[in-house]
C-alpha cells in the first residue's frame, strides 16, 4: 500500500470516528437533563476537542471529510438517524434537530455567498423569512399544493435578492455589507407596518402536507408511537443532503473555480475575461433560493411566524455559524450550527445573554483559530492530484 492511500484510509478513519463520536456527544447533550451533568459534558467536550486540534486529528478528519464527501454524507445521516430514533417521542429533541437542520440548510446558501463568491451577506434571516412568508400566504390564500408552494418560497426569495443584488454589485466591503444590513432592517419594517402579512401579530400556517400525507399527524410504526416531528426532521435532512450534494458540486466544478477567482481579486478575474457581476449574481440567487426553502420548511413546522423572527440579530446568527465553521467549508456548517442553536436552547438560563455568547465564540474563534473550526482545504485543480498544506 502506497504511502498516499495510508493516508486517505487514516482521513477517512477518523473522520468516520469524529462522526460516532459527535453523534454519541449529541445524543448525551439532548438526554441529560441536570445542569452539572451538561456542564461536565461540554467542558469534557471543549478538552477533547482542544486535544485532538493540538494532535493534528482535527485536520486530519478535515481531510478525511473533503476526501470522501459520499461515504461522510452518509455517515452521517445514518448517525443523525439512529439519535433522533432514540428520541422517536420526544417533540422537544426533534424539534431542535429538525431547527438545526434548516439552520444548515439557509446557512449553506449563504456559505456560497460568502465561502465562495465573497459575497457578504447580513441579511440571511430577512431572505430566510421571505420563503416562510410567500409559503404562508399562499397556503392561506390558495390551492396550490404545499411542494410547489415551498418552491415558491424559494423562487420569491432568489427573486427578490435579484432585485437587491443592485446596489451590492456597485458596492465593496464595508460597503456591501451595510447594504444588506438596511435590506435586513426594511424587510422587518415592512413586514410590522403592513397588516396584509399580518402586522407584529404574525400569521399562522398549517402543517405540511406532502401527497396526502400529513406532517402534523404522529406516527405509528410497530406499535411504537413516534411524534409527528420524525416527519419534518426526515424533510429537513433531506433538504440538508441536497444542499450539501449542491454546494459540493459547485465546489468542485468550473463554476467553483469562477467563483472562487472573483472572491480572491476581482481585478484579476476581471482581466482574465472572467464576468464578475455573472458570478456574484449567480452565487447570491442560489443561496437565496436555498434561504427561502429553508424558511419556508421552518415556517409551516413552526405553525406561527412573525416580523420578530426574522430580526437583524438571526442573520447575526448565520453568520456567526459560517464564520465558526470554517468560511468556506460546508462541513463546518454543521458542527457550527449544532453548537450556536443548541446551546442556548439547552441552557436556558443564558437565552437572554445567547447573544453575548455568539460574540464571545466569534472573538475566540478569531483570536485562537480564524480559519473557523474546519477550514477549507486548499484547492485541487486536476483529478487525483494531492494537495499538502
Known amino acids: 500500500m502506497t504511502h498516499a492511500a495510508r493516508r486517505d484510509g487514516r482521513g477517512w478513519a477518523t473522520a468516520a470516528f469524529t462522526i460516532v463520536t459527535c453523534a454519541v456527544f449529541l445524543l448525551l447533550f439532548l438526554f441529560l437533563q441536570q445542569l452539572w451533568a451538561v456542564f461536565a459534558l461540554l ?44 428520541f422517536h417521542n420526544a417533540p422537544y429533541p426533534l424539534l431542535m434537530l429538525s431547527t438545526v437542520l434548516l439552520f444548515i440548510a439557509a446557512c449553506l446558501g449563504l456559505h456560497i455567498q460568502s465561502g465562495y463568491a465573497g459575497i457578504i451577506n447580513f441579511a440571511g434571516a430577512a431572505f430566510f423569512g421571505i420563503g416562510a412568508y410567500t409559503t404562508a400566504v399562499l397556503s392561506a390564500h390558495t390551492a396550490i399544493p404545499h411542494l410547489p408552494v415551498l418552491a415558491a418560497g424559494g423562487v420569491m426569495a432568489a427573486l427578490i435578492g435579484s432585485i437587491l443584488i443592485l446596489p451590492v454589485l456597485r458596492t465593496y466591503g464595508y460597503y456591501e455589507a451595510l447594504v ?38 404522529s406516527l405509528s410504526l410497530g406499535g411504537i408511537d413516534i411524534s409527528f416531528y420524525m416527519n419534518y426532521l426526515l424533510l429537513s435532512l433531506l433538504l440538508v443532503v441536497g444542499g450539501i450534494a449542491i454546494v459540493l458540486r459547485i465546489e468542485r466544478s468550473w463554476v467553483g473555480l469562477n467563483l472562487d477567482a472573483v472572491r480572491l481579486d476581482e481585478t484579476a478575474a476581471k482581466a482574465f475575461g472572467i464576468s464578475v457581476a455573472r458570478w456574484k449574481i449567480t452565487a447570491f440567487t442560489l443561496g437565496n433560493l436555498l434561504c427561502g426553502i429553508a424558511g419556508g420548511v421552518y415556517g409551516m413546522m413552526q405553525g406561527f411566524i412573525s416580523p420578530a423572527s426574522f430580526a437583524f440579530s438571526d442573520s447575526l446568527i448565520m453568520i456567526s455559524i459560517i464564520i465558526l465553521g470554517g468560511i468556506g467549508n460546508p462541513w463546518g456548517v454543521i458542527p457550527a450550527a449544532a453548537i450556536i442553536i443548541m446551546l442556548p436552547e439547552k441552557l436556558q438560563f443564558i437565552q437572554e445573554y445567547r447573544f453575548l455568547l455568539y460574540g464571545i465564540l466569534v472573538i475566540l474563534i478569531l483570536l485562537f483559530r480564524p480559519q473557523g473550526l474546519m477550514p477549507r482545504r486548499l484547492r485541487a485543480y486536476f483529478p487525483g492530484s494531492e494537495v499538502r498544506e
Open 180 to 217: 444588506t444590513i438596511a435590506f435586513g432592517i426594511l424587510f422587518r419594517t415592512f413586514m410590522e407596518v403592513n397588516n396584509t402579512f399580518g402586522g407584529p401579530q404574525g400569521l399562522t400556517l398549517p402543517g405540511l402536507d406532502l401527497f396526502g400525507w400529513s406532517f402534523n399527524n
Open 43 to 86: 467542558a469534557a467536550g471543549i478538552v477533547i476537542a482542544v486535544v485532538a486540534a493540538r494532535c493534528g486529528l482535527l485536520a486530519r478528519a478535515n481531510a478525511g471529510f473533503a476526501d470522501h464527501g459520499r461515504k461522510t454524507s452518509a455517515l452521517l445521516v445514518v448517525a443523525l438517524l439512529v439519535v433522533a430514533g432514540f
